[in-house]
T-cell receptor, first 117, second 115 residues
Framework: GNSVTQMEGPVTLSEEAFLTINCTYT??????LFWYVQYPGEGLQLLLK?????DKGSNKGFEATYRKETTSFHLEKGSVQVSDSAVYFC????????????????FGQGTILTVHP | DTAVSQTPKYLVTQMGNDKSIKCEQN?????MYWYKQDSKKFLKIMFS???????INETVPNRFSPKSPDKAHLNLHINSLELGDSAVYFC??????????????FGSGTQLSVL
């Protein structure tokens, strides 16, 4: 079946530090890959996505590149801010999995990021 | 205007009670979902409805019963609540059920505490 594995958290950084959150996946077909972010007390919202190999998703200074050869979709940001403190979720949607993944995102376990001034 | 709204935001109740969580979306989407987030932030799908029809029913106890009176609403009723049901429940919606290039819109969650 499909699965997503994220690096263990929590991650604590100082403002302006470089951020990497690792994400690897297992899928039966050719999935689309997503990063969602959950700010305190809110629901998840889409941060960025990539739908095919070598695509790069980017938004708000965050980037992630779909690497089929390493089955990875690592999230990076060059200089984090206090306002980036949140929980980050990697997710996949695998529409080729014989219909069993129809209408379903598979999420990783979430990585808590705290940025200090 | 809130796109996906769910009520109540907090729900504290005793074991054995029956409770409902309501969800409404004003985006005109065809598909709605319930996700459960445990204390470790792990998020797992419970149900999905497309145009009022159930399309996903994960391995969820039958004490949990979703109801979709129309495609803008998906309510979650829980019978005989147990301690292990304590979690944050998120409602979500998407335009299509096929999520290859779709985005989910989430509500802000209902924190359920069973005492």
């Amino acid at each position: 079946g499909n699965s997503v594995t994220q690096m263990e958290g929590p991650v604590t950084l100082s403002e302006e530090a470089f951020l990497t959150i690792n994400c690897t996946y297992t899928a039966t077909g050719y999935p689309s890959l997503f990063w969602y972010v959950q700010y305190p007390g809110e629901g998840l919202q889409l941060l960025l996505k990539a739908t095919k190999a070598d695509d790069k998703g980017s938004n708000k200074g965050f980037e992630a590149t779909y690497r089929k050869e390493t089955t990875s979709f690592h999230l990076e940001k060059g200089s984090v801010q206090v306002s980036d403190s949140a929980v980050y979720f990697c997710a996949l949607s695998d529409p080729d999995a014989g219909g069993t993944s129809y209408g379903k995102l598979t999420f990783g376990q979430g990585t808590i990021l705290t940025v200090h001034p | 205007d809130t796109a996906v709204s769910q009520t109540p935001k907090y729900l504290v109740t005793q074991m054995g009670n029956d409770k409902s969580i309501k969800c409404e979306q004003n985006l005109g989407h065809d598909t709605m979902y319930w996700y459960k987030q445990d204390s470790k932030k792990f998020l797992k799908i419970m149900f999905s409805y497309n145009n009022k029809e159930l399309i996903i029913n994960e391995t969820v106890p039958n004490r949990f019963s979703p109801k979709s009176p129309d495609k803008a609403h998906l309510n979650l009723h829980i019978n005989s609540l147990e301690l292990g049901d304590s979690a944050v429940y998120f409602c979500a919606s998407s335009q299509l059920a096929w999520l290859g290039n779709e985005k989910l819109f989430f509500g802000s969650g209902t924190q359920l505490s069973v005492l």
